[in-house]
């Protein structure tokens, strides 16, 4: 449901920027009893969702009157701000797109470590900022929620929340290897820059030959330069600058691919002015040499003779002028080196010191043309850097900050873990901005109920069971003003069409006696998701979300009208809901409440919620952040097998002891899908549940 599939001939000039022309909005509501929320009325053009393709949920149908949510955070940075991609080479965020490869980090048993990712969504918004200072000289320019990975885990930038949530301090070191200083602009086609990558990559690679050849007829003079490679990348570069100074090559097969040995192309010239200009200027070491020139030779001599393997980067030569500039040139941008002993062949090496901040910052002044050399995939993170957080400072007024979806849930920013944004596709295919958008624009369905009866006269409509409450909770707050269940159950009913509803929301009661009516026509089955029966720790997770009690409140009323309601026990926590006692008394309440089965499952989290779950584990129950950290490693969202087993052996017994039923686990497999975002804890920061929800 697009903007553009709507239908109405004039927008509300109260519209989102940049969509007051287009078609489907009929207008924009704001409150006082929503603060901080707006809701955009539009025109549907469908109202029946087909699941796509091969689906393992019992259902093939849904419909969703709202989209959007009042609980996300928002995350953003500078628009310059430097990611790091799969190539090695660091980008601004602002240019990056969706798709592109990035570095993120997964924990992978005792460390986490930088692997790939893509970037999924991006978006910008405005907001206040705030300027990180960090003592190696890296800054970051962020919002107060933004968060960054620390040394004690991640913690948002800044407080807005009374002291409710982690912070930075002047006490925090961040993780990762720091940009330090500002890398130096990109100088490629700076002609000092060019003429140091020539000498620095001929005299490390290249071949320059004079020869005499008499015969009886004359005497041959030859002259002839090669450059021969496997990376490709070097050798195109060195054939431009070569252009660039009006020197023409001929590129040619060197060497074939063997099984020790990649194949290497060359690139050639035998014209005498040209074989002189090279070996007389292009590759001259100047006396007196600027620090573009330094860059080039050191680009040039890495792209030749360097390499970095295990962590160590090394260039190699036996040339001591060589091996002298090099020392000079990383001495010149503040790059720790040693020169080791020689080897039995003379071959001596500069390596570089400082473990992955000086490697980094190596890559990032001198930008070498070879990408396979820049990869750290599998490197550990460690923070060898000076990342202590020596200032945090408001910035004045608002402006246009940018971030990113990824796969892994985190990216690197400036050099340093910074968090992830989960972003909406519901959203994002509305053309909503992702970010703000998604927290506070609620859009609204209004003419839903009349288009599904429509939809419900068509001749090809096979009255299938239709599910609502797979993507968004049709008794959500929004639903206390607009009221479009009560007609969407009339609809459905009177055209013999099956219905389930899932939903944490007491407002279903409102809707008894029409869902009593509903049943006499066609089958009705009603889920009901309560997860925490402990009253601080519903709070602590779930705040703003109807109380345990008024559930469970809800599944009586429920039942005593005749329905057989479900609870989903889910997500169990793993060492804090788990235990037989609190497994006991949740299962009893349950069957107190006349609920008649119960379906559980082990806490799920996918890469959107784990930062901020292990946040929250980290200031309520630190003493399980280790057994977490081994139940989900890495990437991992779902709980290990064997614990899902055991978790099962604990649950059916009492289960049956409680007199509920239970589904067989091929059902729960099916329903898993539609749990995973329904049973995704509310961060703590969630604003209060309004009138509208509490209604019951």
């Not at 030569?317 to 720790?336: E, K, Q, R, V």
């Amino acid at each position: 449901m697009r903007w553009q599939g709507q239908t109405i001939d004039d927008a509300d000039p109260a519209a989102l920027p940049g969509l007051e022309n287009r078609n489907g909005i009929v207008q924009s509501v704001t409150t006082p009893e929503f603060s901080g929320m707006t809701f955009h009325e539009v025109l549907a053009k469908s109202a029946l969702n087909a699941v796509p393709g091969p689906s393992r949920m019992p259902f093939n149908w849904t419909i969703n009157p709202y989209r959007g949510c009042s609980h996300a955070c928002v995350y953003c940075l500078d628009p310059s701000t430097l990611v790091l991609c799969a190539d090695g080479r660091q980008r601004q965020i602002g240019g990056l797109r969706v798709g592109e490869e990035i570095i993120g980090t997964q924990r992978q048993g005792r460390y986490r470590r930088y692997v790939r990712t893509r970037v999924e969504a991006k978006w910008t918004t405005r907001k206040s900022a705030y300027r990180i200072t960090l003592a190696d000289g890296t800054e970051l320019v962020a919002s107060g929620d933004h968060r960054f990975l620390t040394d004690r885990g991640w913690k948002h930038v800044a407080d807005t929340h009374g002291g409710q949530r982690p912070h930075l301090t002047l006490n925090n070191r961040l993780l990762g290897f720091g940009a330090g200083s500002p890398p130096a602009p990109d100088g490629a086609e700076h002609e000092d820059y060019r003429l140091g990558y020539l000498s620095g990559m001929i005299r490390g690679d290249g071949m320059i030959f004079h020869g005499v050849y008499p015969s009886k007829e004359r005497i041959r003079h030859v002259h002839r330069f090669r450059l021969a490679l496997k990376d490709e990348e070097a050798l195109d570069r060195t054939r431009a600058y070569l252009s660039s100074e009006g020197i023409r090559t001929i590129t040619r097969a060197f060497a074939p691919e063997s099984e020790t040995r990649a194949p290497m192309v060359a690139i050639h010239t035998a014209k005498k002015a040209d074989v002189d200009l090279i070996e007389t200027r292009l590759t001259a070491i100047p006396f007196m040499q600027s620090r573009e020139w330094q860059r080039g030779f050191l680009s040039g001599i890495f792209d030749a003779e360097g390499s970095c393997s295990r962590g160590v980067l090394r260039i190699s030569n036996s040339d001591p002028i060589l091996l002298n500039t090099t020392m000079s040139a990383l001495s010149t941008f503040g790059i720790p080196c040693v020169l080791e002993p020689a080897r039995a062949n003379g071959v001596r090496c500069v390596r570089v010191t400082g473990g992955l901040p000086a490697r980094m910052k190596f890559f990032a002044v001198v930008s070498p043309a070879i990408t396979r050399k820049l990869s750290i995939e599998g490197t550990a993170v460690k923070s060898v850097a000076d990342l202590r957080i020596v200032s945090i400072e408001p910035l004045p007024g608002t402006r246009t900050l940018v971030d990113i979806t990824t796969g892994t849930g985190d990216f690197v920013a400036n050099g340093v873990i910074s968090h992830n944004c989960f972003a909406r596709g519901t959203h994002q295919y509305l053309d909503l901005d992702a970010g703000h958008d998604f927290d506070s624009q609620i859009v609204v369905k209004t003419n839903i109920v009349d288009v599904l009866r429509r939809e419900l006269r068509r001749g090809s409509w096979q009255h299938e069971t239709v599910a609502l409450g797979t993507n968004t909770d049709p008794y959500q707050r929004a639903e206390g003003r607009y009221r479009l269940m009560p007609g969407i159950i009339q609809a459905l009913a009177e055209s013999g069409t099956p219905m389930s509803i899932l939903t944490k929301g007491t407002l279903v009661r409102r809707d008894i006696p029409l869902l009593m009516e509903a049943a006499k026509r066609v089958p009705i089955d009603i889920q009901m998701s309560i997860a925490m029966y402990d009253d601080a720790l519903q709070h602590s997770i779930e705040p703003g979300t109807p109380t345990t009690q008024a559930r469970l409140d809800t599944v009586r009323a429920l039942t005593d009208a005749g329905f057989r309601v479900g609870v989903f026990l889910m997500p169990v926590l793993p060492h804090i809901t788990d235990s037989v006692g609190a497994i006991d008394e949740a299962l009893s309440r349950i069957a107190d409440a006349g609920a008649d089965h119960a379906v559980y499952g082990a806490l799920h989290l996918r890469a959107g919620v784990k930062p901020w779950f292990f946040e929250w584990l980290q200031r309520e129950r630190p003493d399980l952040v280790a057994s977490y950290r081994g139940l989900y490693p890495g990437a991992a969202a779902e709980a290990p097998k064997g614990y899902r087993q055991w978790l099962a052996k604990r649950m059916r017994p009492l289960i049956r002891t409680h007199g509920l039923h239970t589904q067989s686990e091929e059902d729960h497999d099916r329903m898993r899908g539609i749990m995973r975002e329904r049973m995704r804890p509310t961060p703590a920061s969630a604003p209060p549940a309004t009138k509208a929800e509490m209604l019951f």
